[in-house]
């Protein structure tokens, strides 16, 4: 992965760039078990606005400025509306109406919104192997979230949009042609909340770039989680009720890990490698999440994975490799067209030079030595 210096020399970076998708991962598997006891946006609220305020203290001790332009409260305000309130908001209650697999599946394939952002406004050059991998990473999450039953009938009989976007809704094996049928099912569903998250997730990627024009990355990060997060606990005041009342004392501690390391130490981490390098490459490494969560709820929750899950491991993994490696895939193909073209003149000049010698053998085999006599003429035997 392409990133400037400053980050290439931070310690074990290989380790801290994958950090936020793992802390996000292990975070899903935490909180698992808190979100049938609680309200969606009080949730969401409680995982952004204290890990803001974290954010914020780390920030003060490092020494970070803070914003002072009008210029950059704005887009500080600007990120915590998309990548605050929209994002978190949508995915909260998404995730209510939308099944956890078909829900991770959609927020995780923000990276292609990303890829096409960062191809239009920063030039980034994604190129066959990037998109192969994109596609590649797609259907892994696929793979890892969708029921088994979905995905085997896609392959085995094929089956409508409609089929397969809402079960519950639309009946298996009646096929509604109606697209606003579809699109009614969708928002009746969640589906329609989740691709709004993912948008607003990829959107906040991206405007990140604005951001620290103008502002530093980790204390716009602490405010915007800050930000984003009062509109959602003052839309849960009014709209939800009886969120403390049911939560058990486990869960405080799977809210104080999705908040410190889910949230604080992930988003931090997160938007200050975002801030250089290429954003298509730091977003792939989404496609991660789900395997982390995975992997641990087969580790903590006894979860059990199918073969197509592990399918979709590899597939994902793939799919990171060829999008962070396909600048050096292209290089290495270059080489070998360009070895290869060597070859091929090499071999044309040797069949050109084995062609003059051949020629040239022949011809000489063809010419005799000729003996001539010469007669001397009447007039000059008179003499």
Not at 126 to 142: D, H, N, R, S
Not at 258 to 275: E, K, M, N, P, R
Request: one cysteine or more.
């Amino acid at each position: 992965m392409q990133f400037n210096e400053r980050v290439s020399r931070l310690p074990f970076a290989p380790l801290l760039l994958i950090s936020p998708f793992f802390f996000w991962g292990t975070a899903m598997v935490a909180m698992k078990g808190v979100i049938p006891h609680t309200t969606p946006l009080f949730l969401a609220g409680l995982r952004i606005l204290p890990a803001g305020v974290l954010i914020l203290i780390v920030a003060a001790i490092m020494g970070r400025p803070q914003p002072k332009s009008w210029k950059a409260w704005l887009w500080i305000i600007l990120f915590a509306l998309i990548d605050g309130t929209l994002f978190q908001g949508f995915l909260a209650e998404g995730l209510v109406k939308t099944g956890a697999g078909l829900g991770s599946v959609m927020i995780d394939s923000q990276p292609l919104a990303v890829a096409l952002m960062s191809s239009w406004l920063f030039q980034e050059r994604i190129g066959f192997w990037g998109w192969l991998g994109l596609m590649l990473g797609v259907t892994g999450i696929a793979f890892i979230g969708l029921p088994d039953g979905w995905i085997l009938n896609i392959f085995s009989h094929g089956t409508s949009f409609s089929q397969g976007i809402s079960p519950g809704i639309v009946s298996p094996g009646i096929i509604d042609p109606g697209i606003f049928s579809i699109f009614h099912s969708m928002n009746e569903s969640g589906e329609w909340l989740m691709l709004l998250a993912a948008l607003s997730m990829a959107v906040g990627t991206v405007m990140i770039r604005f951001v620290i024009r103008y502002t530093d990355p980790v204390s716009a990060t602490g405010w915007h989680m800050i930000l984003g997060g009062l509109p959602l606990w003052g839309i849960s005041t009014f709209t939800e009720s009886g969120q403390w009342i049911n939560l058990l004392p486990l869960d405080g501690i799977a809210l104080v890990y999705a908040t410190v390391f889910g949230s604080a130490i992930a988003y931090g981490l997160f938007f200050y490698f975002a801030s250089s390098g290429s954003l298509t490459s730091l977003s792939s490494l989404t496609f991660l999440t789900p395997v982390f969560a995975l992997i641990f709820g087969s580790l903590l929750l006894n979860e059990v994975l199918s073969p197509l899950q592990w399918i979709g491991v590899c597939l994902t993994l793939l799919s990171v490799y060829l999008i962070n490696q396909r600048q050096a895939l292209v290089i290495k193909n270059t080489r070998v067209i360009e070895n290869g073209n060597k070859i091929h003149e090499n071999k044309v000049n040797e069949n050109k030079i084995l062609k003059k010698q051949s020629f040239k053998e022949v011809s000489a085999k063809k010419l005799h030595h000729l003996t001539v006599s010469v007669r001397k003429s009447d007039s000059e035997i008179l003499h």
